[in-house]
């Protein structure tokens, strides 16, 4: 399946792969120059991003229903990101990066969400012409290369984990990072890109319980409210999409008789129907 999936598309998945590789990195600068909260609540702008290319890709029309959500979502990332700053360790001063590399910090942030915003859109448009899951997690393996060939040529040299429980962090984070894209891109396929991006930020909420858990923090008023935010933005978009979807298998049904409810091509355009 690899095989056939580079033989069909190589240029499609080393453009998807380096697309990964520059948003990656760019998450990674921008947490390491700023202050946890500030870039987690700039990356989870993705629902902006995503509505916004959409719009300008597939001259889609936003509902007031997305509206809704992507404002409340951004809300509580805003008030659940406040945590993670007011919990993360003080710097000294001299650690403190220069102007330059706090306004690239913010432009990268941005632009690893509008990237990953983008691989999100075009993982439901490639659906259209018969591309498929297997296209970009072959752009996987492009990402980990282009990675490892970045790391070995900043450092001049192969860095091999020291110890057991470094190389047992390395393989789960792997993992997991992979597995999550793997869901991330099958949500995509399946849904509507940006109700996939105003679910995605239910990871805001994750983070905040995880680090409360783990360094035993209190719980605060203001992120466990901006969490609650967060989670009727993504009941809402769930919500909405079913009652969408519903809604057009219906219309299909009492239009022509084709069409079941839950039906995939009801609400998925092909490339046997898209218009001209």
Same mark, same amino acid.
């Given at each position: 399946?690899?095989?056939?999936?580079?033989?069909?598309?190589?240029?499609?998945?080393?453009?998807?792969?380096?697309?990964?590789?520059?948003?990656?990195?760019?998450?990674?600068?921008?947490?390491?120059?700023?202050?946890?909260?500030?870039?987690?609540?700039?990356?989870?702008?993705?629902?902006?991003?995503?509505?916004?290319?959409?719009?300008?890709?597939? +001259?889609?029309? $936003?509902?007031?229903?997305?509206?809704?959500?992507? %404002?409340?979502?951004?809300?509580? /990332? *805003?008030?659940?990101?406040?945590?993670?700053?007011?919990?993360?360790?003080?710097?000294?001063?001299?650690?403190?990066?220069?102007?330059?590399?706090?306004?690239?910090?913010?432009?990268?942030?941005?632009?690893?969400?509008?990237?990953?915003?983008?691989?999100?859109?075009?993982?439901?448009?490639?659906?259209?012409?018969?591309?498929?899951?297997?296209?970009?997690?072959?752009?996987?393996?492009?990402?980990?290369?282009?990675?490892?060939?970045?790391?070995?040529?900043?450092?001049?040299?192969?860095?091999?984990?020291?110890?057991?429980?470094?190389?047992?962090?390395?393989?789960?984070?792997?993992?997991?990072?992979?597995?999550?894209?793997?869901?991330?891109?099958?949500?995509?396929?399946?849904?509507?890109?940006? +109700?996939?991006? $105003?679910?995605?930020?239910?990871?805001?909420?994750? %983070?905040?319980?995880?680090?409360? /858990? *783990?360094?035993?923090?209190?719980?605060?008023?203001?992120?466990?409210?901006?969490?609650?935010?967060?989670?009727?933005?993504?009941?809402?978009?769930?919500?909405?999409?079913?009652?969408?979807?519903?809604?057009?298998?219906?219309?299909?049904?009492?239009?022509?008789?084709?069409?079941?409810?839950?039906?995939?091509?009801?609400?998925?355009?092909?490339?046997?129907?898209?218009?001209?």
């Amino acid at each position: 399946m690899v095989f056939s999936a580079v033989r069909r598309a190589p240029l499609l998945i080393l453009f998807i792969g380096g697309l990964h590789t520059v948003g990656q990195y760019g998450v990674v600068y921008g947490a390491m120059v700023l202050a946890p909260g500030k870039s987690t609540t700039l990356y989870y702008t993705m629902p902006i991003f995503t509505i916004t290319i959409n719009c300008c890709m597939r +001259r889609y029309t $936003i509902r007031r229903e997305e509206y809704l959500s992507t %404002v409340v979502s951004a809300v509580g /990332v *805003i008030l659940t990101s406040s945590a993670i700053v007011s919990s993360s360790h003080e710097q000294p001063d001299e650690s403190y990066p220069g102007r330059a590399s706090m306004v690239f910090g913010y432009f990268s942030t941005l632009a690893a969400a509008a990237i990953h915003s983008g691989i999100i859109i075009m993982r439901n448009i490639t659906a259209d012409y018969g591309i498929d899951s297997t296209t970009f997690l072959t752009s996987f393996f492009v990402q980990y290369s282009l990675t490892a060939a970045i790391l070995c040529t900043i450092n001049h040299s192969w860095a091999l984990p020291n110890t057991t429980e470094d190389t047992l962090m390395l393989f789960t984070t792997g993992v997991a990072a992979f597995i999550g894209w793997l869901c991330l891109l099958w949500a995509s396929l399946l849904e509507h890109p940006s +109700r996939v991006a $105003i679910i995605l930020t239910a990871s805001v909420v994750i %983070v905040y319980v995880g680090q409360t /858990v *783990i360094f035993d923090l209190p719980l605060e008023v203001i992120p466990i409210l901006g969490g609650f935010l967060v989670c009727i933005a993504c009941v809402g978009a769930a919500v909405f999409s079913l009652v969408h979807d519903q809604d057009k298998s219906l219309m299909a049904e009492d239009g022509n008789g084709e069409g079941t409810p839950g039906d995939e091509s009801s609400r998925l355009v092909t490339a046997e129907n898209r218009p001209d």
